[in-house]
Antibody, heavy 113, light 112 residues
Framework: QVQLAESGGALVRPGGSLRLSCAASGFTFRDFYMSWIRQSPGKGLEWISYINSDGRAISYADSVKGRFTISRDNTKNSLYLQMNSLRAEDTAVYYC??????WGQGTLVTVSS | DIVMTQIPLSLSVTPGQPASISCKSSQSLLHSDGRTYLYWYLQKPGQSPQLLMYEVSNRFSGVPNRFSGSGSGTDFTLKVSRVEAEDVGVYYCMQSVQLPKTFGQGTKVEIK
């Protein structure tokens, strides 16, 4: 069955960096576009980035553009999110999502001094 | 960005009774390819969101047939014919006709 396992969430200070990973299994990873979606504590859902199946098409939400970088390694069935210049408002659970269908369990990023 | 507005924001339902959630978009979700990119998700307590309906009215794999979706253009509705205890959680509509994908605020459904 489809499994998406995020990792890398942590407590980080404002201005710091973090790299999230998502390990995919149970499907042919290279055939699907992937996204990162986040959910701030007690709040709604915010789409933040997309990457197509071969990694050549990428898009970001304005709130993270220039600070976050999405990438993938189809040989390792993995999706990544490099997060730089982190702010308090980036505090959220970050989900890895396959297409529009399957979501991972999420990893918590807390930005605080 | 397309704004998604859900009504109501909370709903208390007696088991076995129907429930309905409205989702309105600020722009048409009809793509030039003829498909309408409106999705419904349910986030059960302590879990990640799970897909219920795709492209307005198509139930995702494993979703009970008590769930149905309808609508077109900018007005959409999710209906549960007979609510069960396992249906509690927050329901979100989402559009993906254009980036950024955007979500409704969520409708919290609880059982009376």
């Amino acid at each position: 069955q489809v499994q998406l396992a995020e990792s890398g969430g942590a407590l980080v200070r404002p201005g710091g960096s973090l790299r999230l990973s998502c390990a995919a299994s149970g499907f042919t990873f290279r055939d699907f576009y992937m996204s990162w979606i986040r959910q701030s504590p007690g709040k709604g859902l915010e789409w933040i980035s997309y990457i197509n199946s071969d990694g050549r098409a990428i898009s970001y939400a304005d709130s993270v553009k220039g600070r976050f970088t999405i990438s993938r390694d189809n040989t390792k069935n993995s999706l990544y999110l490099q997060m730089n210049s982190l702010r308090a408002e980036d505090t959220a659970v970050y989900y890895c999502v396959r297409g529009r269908s399957y979501w991972g369990q999420g990893t918590l990023v807390t930005v605080s001094s | 960005d397309i704004v998604m507005t859900q009504i109501p924001l909370s709903l208390s339902v007696t088991p076995g009774q129907p429930a309905s959630i409205s989702c309105k978009s600020s722009q048409s979700l009809l793509h030039s390819d003829g498909r309408t990119y409106l999705y419904w998700y349910l986030q059960k307590p302590g879990q990640s969101p799970q897909l219920l309906m795709y492209e307005v009215s198509n139930r995702f794999s494993g979703v009970p047939n008590r769930f149905s979706g309808s609508g077109s253009g900018t007005d959409f509705t999710l209906k549960v014919s007979r609510v069960e205890a396992e249906d509690v959680g927050v329901y979100y509509c989402m559009q993906s006709v254009q980036l950024p994908k955007t979500f409704g605020q969520g409708t919290k459904v609880e059982i009376k």
